[in-house]
């Protein structure tokens, strides 16, 4: 296990401090999606979120996202569009290399790392965080949609836009220092070694790891598909292994309904759960008995600019 960095005892928090961010992304994806994060914002069953602001329910987002600025609520970088029905353009056109020969964003990762010029990506990410801002949004942070920056599939990544863009607004962005819980590969960490290096050299705080469980339903549609609460056993567990430091624990709650399911091509049944998972009396117990303490990415932020509380 690597030793977390100081960011925990900057933030304040105590020696030995084990610090999560619940966050939900996809914000403004779809209604499903807004219906359920504003319900669990709200509530206190999460700590963040990032609007996806390419999105038709983006909108619906952003103005709620404007009127609540107590809650924490950053941008989902967005180079990809991931469904078969239903699909998003670049704010900045579609005369780019960031969209396929339907002019949307390509489906999958490799073709943005193989397709995209530095300049189209860096011009839409910035679009899309202006767009935020000139909604009315206290933007606390950013991250991205399907690891599109990061270069994890030929090593061609778009971090240095993303750190420009996040340092000139002070905001802080979702890149952990260690690969902790999530495998053991010393190209991929020698690789996050060197970002974590670029960005605090740009002045942008990183969380120490990043975690999540399969955002695919597993084995859904056979006689041994994943259950709720088989799901639920596999998320306390994890919150229950989180370590010293800052770890961003992300998920993907929306309400399964007929829009959802018109929408996606799978695990719509998931999205469904995890919107059940964060209000889970079960889970809520976990939370308290790990004496796991709850932050946001405003914290960070704060952080950031100097100002932290």
């Known amino acids: 296990m690597t030793a977390p960095s100081d960011l925990a005892d900057r933030l304040g928090l105590a020696p030995g401090a084990r610090a999560i961010i619940l966050n939900a992304d996809d914000f403004g994806m779809c209604h499903a999606a807004n219906t359920a994060i504003i319900d669990l914002l709200t509530a206190g069953r ?9 999105c038709s329910w983006s909108p619906a987002a952003l103005a709620f996202a404007a009127s609540r600025t107590d809650l924490d609520v950053g941008v989902h970088l967005v180079l990809t569009s991931e469904w078969a029905r239903y ?33 189209d990506v860096a011009a839409e990410l910035a679009a899309q965080l202006q767009t935020a801002l000139d909604a009315g949004v206290d933007v606390t942070h950013l991250d991205n949609h399907m690891g599109s920056v990061y270069g994890l599939v030929t090593g061609r990544g778009f971090l240095r836009p993303v750190f420009e863009l996040a340092a000139r607004h002070g905001l802080p962005f979702r890149l952990p220092r260690s690969m902790d819980g999530v495998g053991e590969d010393s190209a991929l960490q020698a690789q996050l070694d060197d970002a974590a290096a670029a960005a605090d050299a740009a002045g942008v705080e990183i969380i120490d790891r990043l975690w ?22 596999g998320f306390i567990a994890l919150l ?12 993907h709650p929306m309400v399964d309904d007929d829009e959802l399911r018109a929408a996606v091509d799978f695990s719509a049944a998931k999205r469904g759960y995890e919107l059940r ?15 796991l303490v709850r932050i946001g990415w405003r914290d960070l932020r704060d952080l950031q600019r100097g100002d932290a509380r």
Do not use: C, K
């Open 212 to 233: 999540s469980h399969p955002f695919e339903l597993l084995r859904e549609g056979t006689p041994d598909e994943e259950t709720y609460e088989q799901m639920r056993d």
């Open 240 to 251: 229950r292994a989180a370590p010293a430091g800052v770890t961003e624990i992300y998920l």
């Open 277 to 291: 998972l964060l209000s889970d009396p079960a889970v809520l117990q976990a939370i308290e008995d790990e004496a």
């Open 46 to 54: 999460i700590d963040s979120t990032t609007v996806m602001v390419p």
């Open 87 to 119: 699909r998003w353009r670049p704010l900045t056109g579609t005369a780019t290399s960031l969209v396929d020969a339907a002019g949307f964003f390509p489906t999958d990762v490799l073709s943005v790392e193989q397709n995209a010029t530095d300049d």
